[in-house]
Every structure is written in structure tokens, then in C-alpha cells.
């Protein structure tokens, strides 16, 4: 006789949980993405999940989703007591940082800052209600490492070259950071908030429409991100690789001198000649487009 699907799948789960994949207080994946996961219907995901629900596999935790139980089955994973919630809320979000810092925002896990702080996972809900509401207080943290001056300077490119560098800056120490927000949907974080100000302030006393202002500090903000983004990549390509960038350039040399030296690239040949050892400088890099930026905004700005 052939399992059902659910069943199937509630095995699974069970499985994990037992060879420690899963351990109590952990999420279970939700009825979607486990419909993704196994191509059934979200019926059949739901299925699975009472099943395990029924057998006291999993409990249901408000506003944190469906997690293991506690060992024996039947019972929610506590969340215990724990004094001074503004300290501990610094102390996970800090921890969080420097998971990402080294190793990526993917491996920050409520499982990875609890093994890192010596917790319990479910604790750490108590002070942390989602991975999206961790993951915005870790950039206002992030950003607030690199604070705007106190007073604004004169002048709209002062303020903008300001901000800029800022953001640069935070994003040099911290590369997850270009990557955990889109233009479409922009993180409501505190921090990055006092940088639209800063740039409104700096705009303030120009005739620019409310539409031109919100396009030039989008532009700003989606340049340092651009750039940014390189810095994340370059950790992933190293992690992944064991190479350097200069080590992987120095494996390409030949494929794109054979490229610069076959028909219709004359001109990449001529360039790649006159060019002769260049070493990329993000930091250079940034400054060298910053300028050019401004000096586009400023033939709108005056």
C-alpha cells in the first residue's frame, strides 16, 4: 500500500527532527513553502502539519509560526524570562551582525545567534519576533555605527557627498547590507530614514518638485547600494572558491587575451594594451562616480 503524500511527508519532518536538523523551538517549514517543496497542494502541506500537530511533533507559537515541540511531544517550547529585554535584544542583534559579517545574511538563523549566545532558540523570540524584524534592526544598528554629524553642512552636495559616504562606509563593514533591501520595497529602518531626511533638508530651499527630489535621492542611495553589492559578492565568490580576485583574474588572463586577440575586438585589444596592470579600487571606484553623479544632479540642482 503506497504512503499518502502527507504522510510522506510529515516522515520527513520527523526524520530531520531526529537526526537533529530540526531541534525544539526551530520553525518547520509552512504549508507553502512545503507545497513548493513537494509539488502537492496546500491542502495536502496542511494535512501534514495536523498530522504532526496531533501526534505533539509540532505546536503552534503566535506570531512566530509552527515549531518543534519540546521533547516529549504535547507541550510549547517556553520562552523563558529573561531581565533587562533592551540589553538582550542588543546582545542577539549584535551576535546576528557578526554571523553576517562573516559568513553571509543566509546563515543568520535564530538556531545560529542561540548556539552563539548559549540559548535557547525559542528564547530569543521573546526579543526578536521574526527573521524580517531581526534582520531590520540589525542595518539600523548597522548604520547607526556611522552617525550623521550633528550639524548639516552648506550647500545640497556637501550634504549629499556626506550621506553617500556614509552609507558607504557602513556598507564596506557590513557587505550584507546592499542586499537585504529593493527599490520596490524600500525597509521602513530608522536609520536609513534619517538619511532621507538629511537629503530633504539638503533640498529643502530649491524649486524641485517632490517627484525630482524623491528620483535624486533614490539615485544616491541606489549608487552606494550598487557599488556595495560588488563587496558581498567578492565574499561569497571567495568562500566559494578559495580564490582572490586577483588569483581568479590571473586564471582568466588566457581565456580573455584569446578573446582580445580574435576578430572584431580591435578596439579591446587597443584598450587592453594601453591599459597595462590595472588594479579595480572600489573605494577609488566609488569616489571617482560619486563626483560624476553630483556633477549630473547639479546642472538640475543649481
Same mark, same amino acid.
Given at each position: 500500500m503506497n504512503t499518502p503524500p502527507y504522510a510522506r511527508i510529515a516522515g520527513d519532518i520527523k526524520r530531520r527532527i531526529a537526526d537533529g536538523r530540526l531541534r525544539p523551538g526551530d520553525r518547520v517549514p509552512s504549508t507553502?513553502?512545503?507545497? @513548493?517543496?513537494?509539488? #502537492?497542494?496546500?491542502?495536502?502541506?496542511?494535512?501534514?502539519?495536523?498530522?504532526?500537530?496531533q501526534e505533539g511533533v509540532v505546536v503552534a507559537e503566535p506570531r512566530v509560526g509552527t515549531v518543534v515541540a519540546e521533547r516529549g511531544g504535547g @507541550?510549547?517550547?517556553?520562552?523563558? %524570562? !529573561?531581565?533587562?529585554? +533592551?540589553? &538582550?535584544r542588543e546582545r542577539i542583534v549584535r551576535a546576528a551582525i557578526e554571523i553576517a559579517d562573516a559568513e553571509g545574511l543566509p546563515d543568520v538563523t535564530m @538556531?545560529?545567534?542561540?548556539?552563539?549566545? +548559549?540559548?535557547?532558540?525559542?528564547? $530569543?523570540? /521573546?526579543?526578536? +519576533?521574526?527573521?524580517?524584524d531581526l534582520v531590520l534592526l540589525m542595518v539600523d544598528a548597522a548604520i547607526e555605527d556611522f552617525p550623521l554629524p550633528a550639524?548639516?553642512?552648506?550647500?545640497? @552636495?556637501?550634504?549629499? %557627498?556626506?550621506? =553617500?559616504?556614509?552609507q558607504w562606509a557602513a556598507c564596506r563593514a557590513h557587505p550584507w547590507m546592499a542586499g #537585504?533591501?529593493?527599490?520596490?520595497?524600500? $525597509?521602513?529602518?530608522?536609520?536609513?530614514?534619517?538619511?532621507?531626511?538629511? #537629503? &530633504?533638508? =539638503?533640498?529643502?530651499?530649491?524649486?524641485?518638485?517632490?517627484t525630482t527630489k524623491m528620483h535624486l535621492q533614490i539615485l544616491l542611495y541606489s549608487y552606494v547600494q550598487g557599488i556595495a553589492a560588488n563587496l558581498e559578492m567578492e565574499r561569497r565568490a571567495r568562500a566559494a572558491? +578559495? $580564490?582572490?580576485?586577483?588569483?581568479? &583574474?590571473?586564471?582568466?588572463?588566457?581565456?580573455? /587575451?584569446? !578573446?582580445?586577440?580574435?576578430?572584431?575586438?580591435?578596439?579591446?585589444?587597443?584598450?587592453?594594451?594601453?591599459?597595462?596592470?590595472?588594479?579595480?579600487?572600489?573605494?577609488?571606484?566609488? %569616489?571617482?562616480?560619486?563626483?560624476?553623479?553630483?556633477?549630473?544632479?547639479?546642472?538640475? !540642482?543649481?
Open positions: 507553502r513553502q512545503l507545497a @513548493r517543496d513537494w509539488g #502537492v497542494a496546500l491542502a495536502t502541506a496542511t494535512k501534514a502539519l495536523a498530522l504532526l500537530a @507541550r510549547a517550547a517556553r520562552r523563558p %524570562e !529573561i531581565s533587562g529585554s +533592551g540589553r &538582550m @538556531r545560529a545567534i542561540a548556539d552563539r549566545l +548559549g540559548m535557547a532558540t525559542m528564547s $530569543l523570540y /521573546r526579543h526578536i +519576533g521574526s527573521k524580517d550639524e548639516r553642512p552648506p550647500g545640497w @552636495r556637501a550634504a549629499f %557627498e556626506t550621506t =553617500a559616504r556614509l #537585504v533591501t529593493s527599490l520596490y520595497r524600500p $525597509l521602513p529602518s530608522a536609520g536609513l530614514a534619517k538619511h532621507t531626511e538629511w #537629503v &530633504m533638508a =539638503a533640498l529643502a530651499d530649491t524649486d524641485l518638485a517632490a572558491t +578559495g $580564490l582572490t580576485d586577483e588569483e581568479w &583574474m590571473g586564471e582568466q588572463e588566457n581565456r580573455l /587575451r584569446a !578573446i582580445s586577440e580574435s576578430d572584431g575586438y580591435t578596439a579591446f585589444a587597443a584598450f587592453l594594451a594601453d591599459l597595462g596592470d590595472f588594479d579595480l579600487d572600489l573605494d577609488r571606484l566609488f %569616489e571617482f562616480g560619486l563626483g560624476r553623479l553630483l556633477d549630473g544632479f547639479e546642472k538640475m !540642482i543649481g
